[in-house]
């Protein structure tokens, strides 16, 4: 599966933005969705992840509360709805995909497929 990532941009500290991830090739269906960030000098995190059908969802403790993943399948897209940004979410973000959801577990090394990634900017 091919993977593009966009809607990222300039945002002020307390907005919002809302990322999106747009599939081609095999339906996004068959894959959970896993949204990783990579802020300048750091490694690249995990932000949250979702199951095939978006039932099950898991998000790290920096953005529990305030991001939620969500996906439409018959688009073929998933999405990383982001709320309350803080200037420490400023990152490049990337969606991914794998074959089979991990929860808690999720590591980088499960997905497969990744986007091209987009950049979010929080001023303070």
């Known amino acids: 599966v091919q993977l593009q990532a966009y809607g990222g941009g300039l945002v002020q500290a307390g907005g919002s933005l809302r990322l999106s991830c747009q599939a081609s090739?095999?339906?996004?269906?068959?894959?959970?969705i896993g949204w990783f960030r990579q802020a300048p000098g750091k490694e690249r995190e995990l932000v949250g992840a979702?199951?095939?059908?978006?039932?099950?969802?898991y998000y790290s403790e920096s953005v529990k509360g305030r991001f939620t993943i969500s996906r439409d399948n018959a688009k073929n897209t998933g999405y990383l709805q982001m709320n309350s940004l803080k200037p420490e979410d400023t990152a490049v973000y990337y969606c991914?995909?794998?074959?089979?959801?991990?929860?808690?577990?999720?590591?980088?090394?499960?997905?497969?497929?990744w986007g091209q990634g987009t950049q979010v900017t929080v001023s303070s």
């Open positions: 090739g095999p339906p996004l269906g068959y894959y959970a």
């Open positions: 991914a995909a794998s074959s089979f959801y991990s929860g808690r577990n999720t590591k980088e090394r499960d997905f497969g497929s």
């Open positions: 979702a199951n095939s059908d978006g039932e099950y969802t």
